[in-house]
């Protein structure tokens, strides 16, 4: 399902938001060592996320327009708590003292954080390639690139790892 529609199906907990991203958890779990699009996935923090979601529907609390919805973060954008290597080595421990406000304003709208996406070595190739994180393979074709600089992102999306992305770009990579 897409997130406007999981979004209308966790509101009156038709579905609880933990449902939704165990599943997708697990989905990450079947497909990403294939694909390599999320060098990064956040188990136990999704999980606690969508709990505290779960909880805030159950006490009456207005939920926002993306509450308990799965949203994916590419590493090349500060995520309080993890690093934030835009693919590079030798930012491997640069670890986020605080969410970036793009963060900041999907984590108000309620999403549920599962992982990080790679990204091309500072997000300045057309393919989605990198020291620190590997290669993402194209999930329909592996002998084409998936993209880039959101080419963990657009992976993630087309194998169902999340109903929606992050994506940034400097050039084009998700406008095509």
Known sequence: LGAVELAALIRPRQVS????AASV????????????????VMDGEALAAADAADRALAAGLAPGALHGVPVTIKVNVDTAG?????GIVAAKDNIAKTDSPLVAHLRGAGAVIVGRSNTPAFSLRWCTDNDLHGRTLNPFDPSVTPGGSSGGAAAAVAMGMGPIAHGNDYGGSIRG
């Open 25 to 40: 958890l697990a989905r990450i779990a079947d497909v990403n060592p294939r694909i390599n699009a999320l060098p990064e």
């Open 82 to 86: 993890h690093a934030t290597t835009d």
């Open 17 to 20: 938001a933990r449902e939704v």
